[in-house]
T-cell receptor
Framework: KAGVTQTPRYLIKTRGQQVTLSCSPI?????VSWYQQTPGQGLQFLFE???????NKGNFPGRFSGRQFSNSRSEMNVSTLELGDSALYLC????????????FGPGTRLTVL | KQEVTQIPAALSVPEGENLVLNCSFT??????LQWFRQDPGKGLTSLLL?????REQTSGRLNASLDKSSGRSTLYIAASQPGDSATYLC?????????????FGKGTKLSVKP
């Protein structure tokens, strides 16, 4: 069974631009969560989607948004990029409605110049 | 507010040694606890998941325990190998029904010397 895939793996943007990251969960998984990892703050929760609905959101500004499609694939968007948005963005999938084991993708490394 | 702490932040041991990594959390109302491994610049690999009703889980050379009442978990690695070198992260999933994101500690960076 294929694992969680994330595209692109690396991205370089400049301040003020926007970016879209994509995540394909493990086949059959319906829940997708996004996390931001930085050296200073560690791993922080962004949002979680289940059946195309956002059911949980972390403490990030409105510039960070996401969505989930009917095939469970998810995208997150960051608008008006800031230098501090440079981070590893990780996507995780889990099977169903309950808080089961989460499986992470390889991440997208975003660098904002 | 749930906080997760991992001690030590870094650990260096000679190959073959048994070792224990510690994780503590401030709110015992958790749904489960998960241990992960992260290699430099990579994603997270799930090692063990312990449900709140369980006391321990084992997988190969790894054994994780959970004491909810004291807010502690330990990850025991037997007969360590250089390939075990990585950062180990502990995360708790808060209770309260089907919702609840993972809250992570900052990790323990393990180095196993040949």
């Amino acid at each position: 069974k294929a694992g969680v895939t994330q595209t692109p793996r690396y991205l370089i943007k400049t301040r003020g631009q926007q970016v879209t990251l994509s995540c394909s969960p493990i086949s059959g998984h319906r829940s997708v969560s996004w996390y931001q990892q930085t050296p200073g703050q560690g791993l922080q929760f962004l949002f979680e989607y289940f059946s195309e609905t956002q059911r949980n959101k972390g403490n990030f500004p409105g510039r960070f948004s996401g969505r989930q499609f009917s095939n469970s694939r998810s995208e997150m968007n960051v608008s008006t990029l800031e230098l501090g948005d440079s981070a590893l963005y990780l996507c995780a999938s889990s099977p169903g409605q309950g808080p089961g084991e989460q499986f992470f993708g390889p991440g997208t490394r975003l660098t904002v110049l | 507010k749930q906080e997760v702490t991992q001690i030590p932040a870094a650990l260096s041991v000679p190959e073959g040694e048994n070792l224990v990594l510690n994780c503590s959390f401030t709110d015992s109302a958790i749904y489960n606890l998960q241990w992960f491994r992260q290699d430099p610049g990579k994603g997270l690999t799930s090692l063990l998941l312990i449900q709140s009703s369980q006391r321990e889980q084992t997988s190969g050379r790894l054994n994780a325990s959970l004491d909810k009442s004291s807010g502690r978990s330990t990850l025991y690695i037997a007969a360590s190998q250089p390939g075990d070198s990585a950062t180990y992260l502990c995360a708790v999933r808060r209770g309260g029904g089907s919702q609840g994101n993972l809250i992570f500690g900052k990790g323990t960076k393990l180095s196993v010397k040949p």
